[in-house]
């Protein structure tokens, strides 16, 4: 890089309150933000000036990175080397009203029937779609391809969301009869639940912890043996992730364009009881040994039992998730 920092503008018009890098540490997440700070602060690391405008935010936030509000972007007197719509394609005119840069739309979510609907907003712009997993990167291609005669001025790419580089498998004592479900409670939850009592029918012993990034509420009666942790911090999801016997999310009924718990049980050698669904098997490794179909009952307490008879299956997360490897897949994105 010259000596002049490369500049990355980011803006977020979606995000439920502000964040930065202190929010990180201290308080629960959704996925989308923890990843963008993660980006943001590992490219600040290595030199790069990285802008984070969020519509809601009105005072500077702490970090590496520059995490500000929208009125401080009018201060910045040079283009930026690239310009980041997060998740939304209504974000793409504001950024084109005030800088001449590369653009891309960085997508989180299955919303590529949004992004149709909005393909006026996109065409011609040279926007460089992005999703978080090949799976993702499929389906939005696939939908402006079948929906959309001519699809002009767009590529569509991905980048993984990261893995730290130093998540790995330590000492902490694996409880056996233990499984935990850390998401939101629209991806599986009522599901997961109705699983784990035919489980603890089975064997009283099982336990199952529950966790909530806190931006859709969980249902208030919840069954014997499972313990509500509510909205906690990564470092604690983590801790709770390294002691169960398995993550289980017997989620069929919301597809995850990347899933991040998945990776990281991986990552710190935690297996997972998944559903063929969305990126689970490009995820999971290896995946087959982790997949089950969570709508057979007998199917899933099948392959705990056998687990627990034998030995769970060795387990870990795939190089190209570690952020060494997604930080240079965003530095050629910004360099090209």
């Not at 479900?181 to 784990?196: I, V």
């Not at 919840?222 to 016997?245: K, M, T, Y």
């Amino acid at each position: 890089m010259s000596s002049t920092p490369k500049r990355v503008v980011l803006v977020d018009l979606t995000c439920p309150k502000p964040y930065d890098a202190e929010s990180l540490k201290s308080v629960p997440l959704g996925g989308t933000e923890a990843t963008v700070i993660r980006i943001a602060e590992a490219l600040s690391a290595e030199g790069y000036e990285f802008v984070v405008a969020q519509h809601n935010r009105l005072e500077q936030g702490k970090g590496l990175a520059n995490y500000t509000s929208f009125e401080a972007l009018d201060q910045i007197s040079s283009d930026p080397a690239l310009a980041i719509a997060l998740r939304t394609p209504k974000a793409i005119p504001f950024l084109q009203n005030r800088f001449n840069s590369k653009l891309a739309l960085w997508c989180h979510d299955y919303n590529h029937q949004e992004l149709v609907e909005d393909y006026e907003i996109l065409a011609d712009t040279g926007v460089r779609i992005l999703g978080v997993s090949r799976t993702h990167k499929s389906i939005i291609a696939d939908a402006l391809l079948s929906q959309i005669k001519e699809v002009k001025g767009l590529k569509v790419d991905f980048v993984y969301n990261p893995v730290d580089d130093s998540l790995q498998p330590d000492v902490t004592t694996v409880y056996h009869k233990r499984l935990v479900y850390f998401a939101s409670p629209h991806k599986g939850l009522e599901r997961t639940l109705e699983l784990f009592e035919r489980i603890r029918a089975t064997d009283h012993q099982y336990e199952l912890y529950i966790a909530n990034p806190g931006y859709m509420p969980c249902r208030e009666s919840l069954p014997e043996g499972v313990i509500n942790l509510g909205a906690i911090p990564h470092a604690e999801v983590l801790q709770h992730v390294r002691s169960a016997f398995a993550v289980f999310h017997a989620n069929y009924v919301f597809p995850e364009t990347f899933g991040l718990v998945y990776a990281e049980a991986n990552a710190v050698g935690t297996p997972c009881i998944a559903h063929r669904m969305g990126s689970v098997p490009e995820i999971l490794n290896p995946s087959e040994a982790q997949i089950v179909d969570c709508r057979d009952e007998r199917a899933v307490i099948d392959r705990l039992e056998m687990w627990q008879r034998n030995t769970r299956p060795a387990v870990s997360c795939k190089p190209e998730f570690r952020m060494s490897s997604v930080i240079r897949k965003w530095k050629e994105i910004i360099e090209r």
